[in-house]
């Protein structure tokens, strides 16, 4: 979308008698709180039950190749369509970018429950790749909804409130595995009607992706409006998405992005799906997900009201992550020194001894990977408030984050040494908390 005026004039064009209409204004549905509420329960209902699938580890499959093939594919067609993501967003607008990129989630999971049946790769394959120009998509739009409709002085918790109602999809959808195979507790691939729960939920996130109002409709309480916007066109989002590899902001959250996901092959397939039985993995991916929400809102406030001045709540966000990253990595060398890929040991259930420190050490790695990611997409907040560009930086950032996970999948489907995939991830994460805090320093305003 291409803006009139600049940046800060196009974003404050005031409508004094939208604020004055009702008793509870933040409510209007063109508020900005209504809105990221929405874009929360689309993701709630698409990638929301996406993670809670993969979190079971092998996307619920007792031989999990299948699924570290499709979602190879998926994260490299993402990996693009995520860079990308952003300038098509400009150029269709929140409805068919929405729409588009959440009936793929639909798609994805009825090729695990052809697979189910017939165990043939391709299908799951394509629909992985198809899933990965989807989610470029969808991500693409839900960064630019999320990081420029609220406020400038609240969006790490309006952040929180998005990533608190997207993961209790992750809950739900931990829950209806456990439910359903509650008395399976031997290793087995899920049932079908798992997979048409999942659909179920997925389905209707499509259907309610046709609610997003466009930028230019939102208005917050105090009459502004989050942008005044035209639409883009194909050559201008090629030059400026071009433009953005140059970008010495952008670089700096480059090893962020890359790492953001990475850790995810080695916590779903080698300590969830290799330390517990079926039914205790989607009992674990009920507080996965819970601890993700519990890790946003806890990052959100320290974002938002920990100190008055901006930047120096963004280095403190940038410690606390960085301070608990080390301590729950430390954790995970602790327990991995105990197996190995050629020595598991006996599966757990939640009713077994010996649950309770593995069961935390995954609560733990969900938690911090909401705060990272949060901390991330409140830093990309603060570095501007129109939603043509931060759509190129969200997209940016998902794009750079699936290629990191793409790689991670291949080196967890070659079995590469746990100890191995543990101390990258760790290396990773840690090496990009001093960017942050360099961009943090350099880039971000007080005002």
């Known amino acids: 979308m291409v803006s009139n005026g600049d940046e800060e004039s ?25 809105q990221v509420i929405l874009i929360g329960v689309v993701c709630f209902c698409c990638p929301g039950m996406f993670n809670a699938l993969s979190g079971m580890g092998g996307g619920g499959q007792l031989n999990h190749t299948a699924s570290n093939n499709s979602l190879t594919a998926l994260y490299t067609t993402f990996s693009i369509f995520g860079i990308l993501g952003g300038a098509i967003y400009n150029i269709l607008g929140p409805h068919l970018t929405l729409l588009a990129g959440c009936s ?14 017939h165990h043939h790769q391709a299908f799951t394959i394509l629909s992985g790749a198809l899933l990965g120009v989807g989610a470029g998509l969808l991500w693409a739009a839900h960064g630019a909804i999320m990081t420029s409709y609220p406020p400038s002085n609240r969006k790490g918790t309006y952040i929180s409130i998005f990533w608190s109602i997207f993961n209790m999809g992750g809950v739900i959808g931990g829950l209806i595995p456990f439910i359903l195979n509650y008395h399976r507790s031997e290793a087995a691939s899920v049932n079908d009607g798992t997979y048409i729960g999942f659909m179920c939920f997925m389905s209707v996130g499509t259907v309610l992706s046709l609610a997003i109002l466009p930028a230019s409709k939102v208005v917050r309480d105090d009459g502004s409006r989050c ?153 990309i907040g603060a570095l501007a408030n129109d939603s043509e560009i931060l759509s190129r930086y969200s997209g940016l950032f998902k794009g750079i984050q699936s290629a990191g996970v793409a ?41």
């Open 227 to 379: 942008t005044s916007v035209l639409y883009s066109n194909v050559s201008t989002e090629c030059v400026e998405v071009l433009k953005l590899f140059s970008n010495w902001k952008v670089l700096l959250m480059i090893p962020a992005a890359w790492s953001s996901n990475f850790f995810y092959p080695y916590q779903f397939n080698d300590v969830n799906e290799a330390l517990f039985n079926l039914r205790t993995r989607g009992f674990n991916s009920v507080f996965y997900w819970g601890a993700q929400m519990l890790g946003s809102v806890g990052i959100g406030y320290v974002m938002d009201f920990s100190f008055e001045r901006r930047r120096v709540r963004g280095l403190v966000g940038v410690v606390v992550v960085g301070v608990l990253g080390t301590v729950i990595w430390g954790g995970a060398l602790a327990n991995q020194v105990r197996y190995s890929s050629n020595d598991l040991p006996e599966k757990l259930d939640f009713k077994y001894p010996g649950f309770a420190g593995p069961f935390a050490l995954y609560c733990s790695f969900g938690m911090l990977d909401a705060m990272l990611q949060s901390l991330v997409y409140w830093v």
């Open 407 to 447: 790689v991670a999948w291949q080196i967890d489907e070659h079995n590469v040494c746990l100890m191995t995939q543990l101390i990258v991830n760790w290396v990773l994460t840690t090496i990009s908390y001093p960017l942050l805090f360099v961009l943090i320093m350099l880039a971000v305003k007080d005002e």
């Open 10 to 34: 196009g974003n404050q064009v005031q409508q004094p008698e939208t604020s004055k209409n009702s008793c509870s204004p933040c409510f209007r549905y063109n508020s900005p709180l209504v």
């Open 104 to 117: 793929t989630y639909v798609l994805y999971t009825s090729s695990l429950l052809y697979y189910n049946h």
